[in-house]
């Protein structure tokens, strides 16, 4: 990712939505022309977000995309390829160029087979773009200690079924530790909460 397109994410007018949408799989998946092609089905995958017990906890729908598209478009993120004639509402099997991307040495390359789904396994750690995608995704402190790996893989391994492409096993990471340190705020915040009363 380049810093153009880091520039244009940290728009403050377009949603945390748009910005994922851009980072976990629009950016990551675009072929070597910097070109991707829509698919609402991947996207909504891409977008989904589950709760810890793995049930969705928000499933974005097909107008919201649109709508995420719409950001990333008025921001010059991403255009239709010349040519395109746009028949729909929607976006769905419409080619889009990577405005803001280029294919010098500014822009990581990008990650071989990430569209490839595999199951967690003991060895997984985060991909080299983690820190940058825990950033745009709003979580503070990209820091975690080995024992949340430890317990986010563990709880994944018990589900072979759940099969992910890299960026998104990465948005998964994200979710559950921005779901940690919101945790340890809360205790802490009861704690003083309650040396305060104690105090009185």
């Known amino acids: 990712m380049n810093q153009s397109e880091l520039d244009r994410l940290n728009n403050r007018f377009i949603s945390h939505e748009a910005r994922s949408l851009y980072i976990f799989e629009i950016g990551r998946n675009a072929d070597t022309s ?3 092609t829509v698919d609402y089905n991947r996207l909504t995958e891409s977008l989904t977000v589950l709760n810890s017990d793995g049930k969705p906890n928000f499933i974005p729908s097909p107008e919201q995309i649109t709508e995420y598209i719409r950001e990333l478009i008025s921001i010059k993120l991403i255009r239709l390829a010349p040519g395109t004639v746009k028949k729909y509402d929607d976006y769905h099997g419409l080619t889009l160029i990577l405005s803001a ?4 040495s ?6 071989m087979n990430s569209g490839e789904q595999t199951s967690m396994h003991a060895g997984w750690l985060p991909s080299e773009d983690f820190k940058t995608l825990a950033r745009m995704g709003m979580l503070i402190d990209a820091g975690y200690t080995e024992s949340e790996l430890s317990d986010f893989r ?8 759940v099969r992910l492409t890299a960026s ?7 979710s559950y530790l921005k779901r940690q340190h919101f945790i340890e705020s809360d205790r802490v915040t009861v704690y003083r909460e309650r040396v305060g009363l104690q105090r009185k």
């Not at 991307?101 to 010098?104: M, N, P, R, Y």
């Not at 500014?106 to 990650?111: D, E, F, G, Q, Y």
């Not at 998104?168 to 994200?174: E, K, L, S, T």
């Open 168 to 174: 998104q096993w990465d948005q998964r990471f994200v």
């Open 106 to 111: 500014s822009r990581a390359a990008p990650v």
């Open 34 to 36: 910097m070109s991707y």
């Open 154 to 161: 563990t709880y994944w391994m018990v589900r072979p079924d």
């Open 101 to 104: 991307a280029d294919t010098s």
